[in-house]
């Protein structure tokens, strides 16, 4: 699990081909539960908690997955999720040297930030519920197939999605083709509305309560809907009684809103002066602010490759390396490295996963004056989201487990990530602050099966 997905850009999490990923493993050559039993129920339980300093987003994520085996070899998959995200999250906007106020999502108050600090909404708060069933059966010795839906609630979002796979097996189910579509619809319901894109956040200072009501209107919009289509086609290969292989490619497209509605970017003075690199004051006395605007079309495409191989002794190497490249510029590099020490009944796996990311066309740390364009902005696309921009992330970690018997699994996982971000680094005043700040999170999660 990646919590750091839920955080407003990756919504919704895991419910893109979930079961047409699953059936691609095909044989698990290596260490599975002895489950599967017709007549049975396989439960997974897990509470994940995720952690990010400095105060930031704080999660906790509790999961029960239920799969209900009849004979045949078809299964029934019931999942539940709920999790609640506190803390604060950043806002996009530059530190400055004098303080700063913002308003807040829905307009009904702001939050200040103290001189030299990370903008960071402290209002951001999520509680998401989440269902998902799936159904897997063979149609023949050669063929099988899974059929599956996904729904969430959050307050600000709604999210809905039907996928199925279909499986083609070869020389004694030792070679699995796969082929999976999904396809989701979200309606997008922001608190106070969805920001027009690029258009300036009121400010209620020097202001009636009146006409700062009227502003904030003329920014908003209605709610809006974004639509999600997956695609994946791959081989898993039984190499040998020892190897298990896998390829993938992928391919998602999105259209609608996928701005985050609540992401800002300052705007910086260019002019030569007193005020260089300082915050752009507007007619009005107040600091400029925009909301961000992101394209409403993303072409994602993504090659994956995966080894598992069992020694002699009974321990597991899995490696495993992704490559994604779309239409915003983005590519990325994923490379995940396991290594699993059998010890009795018990088991310690340590984790190593590198990240690399480069920043989309229209990533932007600022808009500078000059682009703002006294209001009438060169660009059409731009965001500060560091998720969107040049970036490296390392996560070391460890699960430990230990099998009471054939159905009984207790394990126990922590994780610590340290992500750094680079780019611009800003002019005149603006040089002085910080504007990429690292990003160190830890998560623990227990998890039994039975």
Wanted: charged letters at 20%.
């Amino acid at each position: 699990m990646q919590l750091m997905n839920h955080n407003k850009s990756g919504k919704p999490v895991g419910r893109a081909l979930a079961a047409a990923t699953c059936a691609l493993l095909g044989v698990q050559a290596t260490d599975s539960l002895a489950k599967g039993q017709p007549g049975e129920w396989d439960v997974e339980t897990a509470l994940l908690v995720y952690s990010e300093t400095d105060d930031r987003v704080q999660a906790a994520e509790p999961v029960i997955s239920a799969t209900r085996n009849f004979d045949g070899e078809r299964k029934l998959n019931l999942k539940l999720i709920a999790d609640t995200l506190t803390g604060a999250s950043p806002s996009g906007a530059t530190p400055s040297e004098l303080p700063q106020t913002y308003t807040s999502p829905s307009g009904n108050g702001s939050y200040e930030v103290a001189p030299g600090d990370a903008p960071l909404d402290d209002t951001f708060k999520d509680t998401r519920v989440a269902v998902s069933a799936s159904w897997e059966a063979p149609i023949n010795r050669d063929y099988a197939y899974s059929v599956g839906a996904y729904g969430s609630r959050e307050y600000d979002y709604t999210s809905t999605a039907i996928n199925g796979s279909l499986s083609r097996y070869f020389d004694n189910k030792n070679t699995t083709l796969t082929t999976g579509l999904s396809l989701g619809v979200d309606l997008v319901d922001p608190v106070g509305g969805a920001p027009i894109g690029l258009s300036r956040m009121p400010l209620n200072n020097n202001k009636s309560q009146a006409d700062f009501d009227q502003e904030f209107a003329a920014t908003r919009e209605s709610d809006d809907t974004k639509t999600v289509v997956d695609a994946l086609f791959g081989v898993t290969q039984v190499i040998n009684r020892q190897t298990l292989m896998q390829f993938t490619y992928g391919v998602s497209y999105s259209s609608g809103y996928l701005t985050d509605p609540y992401k800002i970017l300052s705007v910086i003075d260019d002019a030569s002066g007193s005020n260089y690199g300082g915050n752009l004051i507007g007619g009005d006395g107040n600091s400029v602010y925009l909301y961000e605007h992101r394209p409403d079309t993303r072409l994602k495409h993504s090659l994956y490759w995966q080894t598992k191989y069992m020694l002699d002794n009974g321990d597991i190497m899995d490696g495993s390396y992704r490559f994604m490249i779309d239409d915003w510029g983005i590519t990325s590099h994923t490379l995940d490295l396991k290594y699993r020490w059998r010890m009795g009944k018990s088991y310690l796996e340590p984790h190593f996963r590198y990240y690399l990311q480069s920043e989309a066309d229209f990533y932007k740390r600022y808009l500078t004056a000059s682009e703002y364009n006294s209001g009438a902005p060169a660009l059409t696309d731009a965001s500060a989201d560091y998720r969107l921009g040049e970036m490296t992330g390392l996560t070391f970690g460890a699960k430990w487990g230990y099998r009471f018997d054939d159905d009984r699994e207790l394990a126990l996982r922590a994780e610590y990530m340290i992500q750094t971000n680079d780019g611009d680094q800003g002019f005149g005043k603006l040089a002085a602050q910080d504007l990429y700040p690292d990003t160190n999170a830890m998560w623990l999660q227990l998890s039994y099966s039975f």
